[in-house]
């Protein structure tokens, strides 16, 4: 067979393939990991919003809009994009990374803290909260699911 010829029926290049369950099956197998997926898919968006629209958002927040701040925040948007995708892609693997679901509680949790400060600090305004304490929430969950495929490994005995 060349290149330009079709595969023959019983090929193996013609084997079925399998595929994952439907979205559906999928969030009703792990709820959580299916939660976390939504949340890291908002990541990524509000990120890319931040990066172009940054001076309406932090006007939104009760944050003054300066070239330097806009820059900050769009900065802080491209970021949330990388490690919002970043989640969102090992979620969607069959075995997910649990370094990756570390490190994204981790960077949920310092965003928590940043966010806090301006606020205590009058940076932002109370609304700014609200993202707060949805990012620790969203930390609070990612160290449970953590918790949860990390400790698979040594359950079976390969802990390494």
Do not use: C
């Amino acid at each position: 067979m060349t290149a330009h010829q079709p595969a023959r029926p019983g090929h193996p290049a013609r084997a079925p393939k399998t595929h994952p369950p439907g979205t559906v099956a999928w969030a009703a197998a792990d709820p959580l990991r299916a939660v976390l997926a939504v949340i890291a898919i908002i990541t990524v968006l509000t990120g890319a919003v931040q990066v172009p629209f940054g001076g309406p958002v932090l006007q939104l927040i009760g944050a003054d809009s300066t070239p330097e701040t806009r820059q900050l925040f769009g900065t802080v948007g491209m970021f949330m994009v990388v490690v919002g995708g970043l989640l969102l892609h090992t979620l969607l693997n069959t075995v997910p990374s649990a370094e990756v679901v570390l490190w994204s509680g981790v960077q949920k949790t310092g965003a928590f803290g940043a966010v806090g400060i301006g606020v205590l600090s009058g940076v932002f305004s109370p609304l700014a909260l609200l993202v707060a304490f949805f990012d620790l929430a969203t930390a609070v969950l990612l160290f449970i699911y953590w918790r949860r495929i990390s400790a698979v490994p040594a359950a079976n005995g390969l802990a390494g």
